[in-house]
């Protein structure tokens, strides 16, 4: 790529040459005029040493033709230099334009720039472009998967109200529980949903503790007892007890993600939870016996509001949100999360900073 130079350093070359230009322009047309008017007699050399002083008709001319020439050479250049400065200007603001229009896909034309300064404003205005139509479309998304994922819970809940009103159901604890069900299960959303628009936005606020992460582990388990004795899933556990400066709320909300996680979908047997350190680091490994995620869905697998096909039934529940709040937490705590599929068995990897 031809390297672009600054505007300041056009100006000073452009006046450059037009300085050069007239000056050279102005002693050769001043030879070849006062030679000719020797030539044909208008003006001797004697002459020309006699009246020094005084401007002399073939002076005159040659002033005149100096001013006119010099002038066409500046407004020649001049013209030129502004079409280099003007023209890509012109681009952003009809690039903008569009854009105030609803036109998010208009870019300006960065393809003849000459200015390295323009060039920069022209890559910075695009990116900005494009970043803009790529938030709208999430917005859209994110807006279609929020009215689907509220629809279902608020219709259930109008219509049991609704039918006890009318007398329709029979208000009891059964119904109750049932209710309450879905109004947890929109807290849970919210709350979600909350999470990931913190993170998004930099506002997510840690409180960061020394924390004992066999402690938290073995607590979020005793939650999640009856969860996994009816998935018929048996945790086997290998922590450790080294300290981790982490958020302790935060770090029980993943695990529950991915414990709630293998309850619903994965196979049942052993769940191996393992955990230590190294390099500084804590390590956490949960591992099921499958059925595992295909390579295909792998890249998506964190993005917010993903299921797996089989798995959009509401047989299992979920809003495709626990893995995706999971990353934001994880990215957070400065650290990484990664899934691998050994022989059928989901594997999530968290690696965290555990020291101060």
């Given amino acids: 790529m031809k390297k672009k130079s600054g505007i300041s350093k056009q100006l000073f070359i452009a006046l450059s040459i037009v300085n050069l230009s007239v ?15 020797i030539d044909v007699g208008w003006i001797t050399l004697s002459t020309l040493q006699e009246d020094w002083t005084e401007f002399h008709f073939v002076d005159w001319i040659w002033l005149a033709t100096v001013v006119f020439c010099g002038s066409v050479i500046s407004l020649i250049i001049g013209m030129h230099l502004a079409q280099r400065f003007i023209k890509p200007i012109n681009y952003l603001a009809e690039a903008a334009e569009k854009i105030s229009q609803g036109d998010l896909s208009a870019r300006a034309d960065d393809r003849q720039i000459h200015s390295a300064e323009i060039s920069e404003l022209m890559h910075n205005f695009n990116h900005m472009a494009q970043k803009l139509e790529l938030s709208v479309k999430n917005a859209q998304v994110w807006n279609a998967a929020i009215a689907h994922e509220l629809r279902t819970p608020m219709t259930i809940l109008q219509g049991r109200l609704q039918g006890i009103i009318d007398g329709v159901f029979e208000p009891n604890v059964v119904l109750f529980k049932s209710l309450l069900n879905q109004v947890e299960g929109l807290s849970h959303l919210v709350e979600d949903l909350r999470t990931l628009s913190l993170v998004e936005n930099q506002q997510l606020r840690l409180n960061y503790e020394w924390v004992n992460p066999q402690e938290s582990i073995e607590r979020v388990l005793k939650l999640f ?9 048996i945790p086997q556990l290998d922590l450790t007890t080294t300290p981790v400066y982490c958020d302790r709320r935060r770090i029980e909300q993943i ?7 293998s309850a619903r979908y994965a196979h049942a047997g052993q769940l191996n939870i393992s955990s230590k350190t190294i390099n500084k680091q804590w390590i956490l490994h949960i591992e099921d016996q ?19 096909e089989q798995s959009r039934n509401k047989e299992f529940g979920g809003t495709g949100l626990g893995l995706a709040v999971v990353h934001a937490i994880v990215a957070a705590h400065q650290g990484t999360i990664e899934y691998h599929n050994k022989n059928s068995n989901s594997i999530f990897t968290i690696k965290i900073p555990c020291l101060e």
């Fill in 290 to 308: 499958g059925p595992g995620i295909a390579p295909e869905y792998q890249a998506s697998l964190f993005d917010p509001f993903f299921r797996l």
């Fill in 255 to 261: 695990l529950m993600a991915l414990i709630d996680n």
């Fill in 225 to 233: 007892d009856d969860r996994l004795a009816h998935a018929q899933l």
């Fill in 23 to 37: 000056t050279l322009f102005s002693v050769l047309l001043g030879y070849y005029i006062y030679n000719y008017a």
